[in-house]
């Protein structure tokens, strides 16, 4: 029997889960099959069927406390490391992260919401986005939750708000610091092209027009240079330049004590992915700040930053089932699954890469085929694997892609009336539903017909 080197021989990098493809609690069991958490995954799905998505809490947390860990040892003054929902949102994550010492980072009422639901205090959470409303604003300056002025138009809004309530209101501001780095133009945001925040040349004058308002008070500056992101260099820049923007403001009367750099380290997709460790990353930051404050005697501002894909994505697996093949001879052979881009739409967004193997032989012993993984959806470019290898498999055969934690739920659809997967929490052998999978008639929830059309019929 031929046995090809798999990603899943490789060693696992415990402290720093980014670093792995798979969950570290990823096992092949005596059966030969997959394991995660301890649980056989196909015993999950002959429970609770396909498509699935499972999320491992071993890793979650773990990469939890790499960040904390990283930050009280390389960061002398005060930190707090806040996830950034968008990467997965609920209920569950955001207890989770609280339980881990996280704030959260929220970009509308709904995942606000979600968040207090989950227990996050409110003093942890930043309310970010280029286009809140004046009702999400609303609800954060009820909820006391810190908001990041993005723009000119929030700035105003935030004013008004305050000036009517005559109350104080802290704030931060988030601005685009001018770096490039290397990722999916999509996903790239510190350059000066971008929709985000405002640009670095026009600070100045913002601290004057703040210093002139009489209820804002200007806590924070914030900045977020891009995501999936491999480099180092860009976050020892972005800390340097951070540090110097807090000096200028000073002229202006403010004291901001407050510093926060985003999010954006990189994960391991596919084998020839190399993102640094969490500890590179905090260590290179820290470091930065650290140094740029000494040299232009500045206090060390409380740190901050907002990992999202780091925490959640290797934490996550999604496994679909086989039904339809279809050999075009000369040219491939597609095979189809029960899920595809409405569960996964980052492959035809950014023609995203992942690993992926058969539950029944994650090995791939015996691997001689090359298959196209097709989704069910009524789009060709519904695509979630072009030629990859795997070992023989037949229609009913789960496959499990790896690494979907992250802008997989969160980005999901229902494109084609497709109910979106349950997700189960796997720990020591144990499963738990954390959501529920939808059905074909809660999509039908919102639909209205008017009376007379029912008439008509
Ligand atoms: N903070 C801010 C202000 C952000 O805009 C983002 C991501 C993060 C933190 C978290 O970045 P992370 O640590 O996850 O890289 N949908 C895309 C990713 C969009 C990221 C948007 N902002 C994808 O699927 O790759």
């Not at 780095?181 to 600070?203: Q, V």
């Not at 925490?311 to 339809?324: E, Q």
């Not at 990859?388 to 496959?399: K, P």
Request: charged share 25%.
């Amino acid at each position: 029997m031929e046995e090809k080197q798999s990603f899943l021989n490789q060693k696992i990098d415990l402290e720093s889960p980014n670093r792995n493809i798979v969950p570290i609690t990823t096992s092949i069991g005596r059966d030969g099959k997959l394991f995660v958490g301890g649980c056989s995954i196909e015993e999950l799905v002959k429970k609770y069927d396909s498509p699935l998505y499972i999320l491992d809490e071993m890793t979650l947390r773990k990469s939890c406390r790499a960040y904390k860990k990283a930050l009280e040892k390389y960061y002398p003054g005060k930190s707090l490391p806040i996830y950034a929902s968008k990467a997965n949102s609920s209920i569950f994550m955001s207890n989770l992260v609280s339980s881990e010492g996280f704030g959260l980072d929220a970009v509308s009422e709904g995942e606000l919401l979600t968040a207090l639901k989950g227990g996050v205090p409110n003093e942890k959470i930043v309310f970010h986005g280029n286009n809140k409303s004046d009702k999400e604003i609303d609800f954060a300056v009820r909820n006391n939750i810190k908001i990041i002025v993005d723009n000119d138009h929030d700035l105003k809004r935030l004013e008004e708000f305050s000036n009517s309530l005559n109350q104080d209101l802290e704030i931060m501001i988030r601005f685009t610091p001018g770096i490039e780095c290397h990722t999916h133009e999509y996903i790239r945001t510190g350059s000066f092209d971008s929709k985000f925040g405002f640009g670095i040349e026009y600070l100045n004058n913002l601290f004057a027009i703040i210093s002139k308002t009489k209820h804002l008070k200007l806590k924070g500056i914030h900045a977020h240079i891009g995501s999936q992101i491999f480099e180092l260099d860009p976050h020892k820049d972005l800390g340097e330049i951070m540090v110097k923007v807090i000096l200028d403001s000073k002229k202006y009367g403010h004291s901001i004590n407050e510093l926060n750099v985003g999010g954006g380290l990189g994960i391991k997709y596919t084998e020839s992915d190399d993102p640094p460790t969490i500890d590179e990353w905090v260590k290179t930051i820290s470091f930065s700040i650290v140094d740029a404050c000494k040299k232009n005697k500045v206090d060390f501002p409380t740190l901050m930053c907002e990992p999202g894909r780091s925490i959640v994505s290797s934490a996550g697996i999604t496994i679909y089932k086989i039904g339809a093949f279809k050999q075009i001879p000369g040219i491939r052979t597609y095979l189809s699954v029960d899920g595809g881009m409405s569960d996964n739409p980052r492959p035809i967004t950014y023609q995203s890469n992942y690993s992926a193997c058969l539950v029944s032989n994650p090995l791939n012993i015996n691997s001689k085929n090359k298959y196209t993984i097709a989704g069910k959806h009524c789009e060709s470019g519904d695509v979630l694997f072009k030629e990859i290898e795997l070992a023989d498999c037949e229609t009913g055969d789960l496959i499990c892609v790896f690494g979907t934690g992250a802008y997989n739920n969160s980005m999901s659809s229902n494109y084609n009336r497709i109910p979106r997967p349950a997700t189960l929490l796997v720990n020591n052998g144990e499963a738990e539903i954390i959501q529920k999978r939808e059905r074909p008639s809660d999509l039908l929830k919102y639909d209205i017909l008017p009376d007379r059309f029912i008439k008509q019929n």
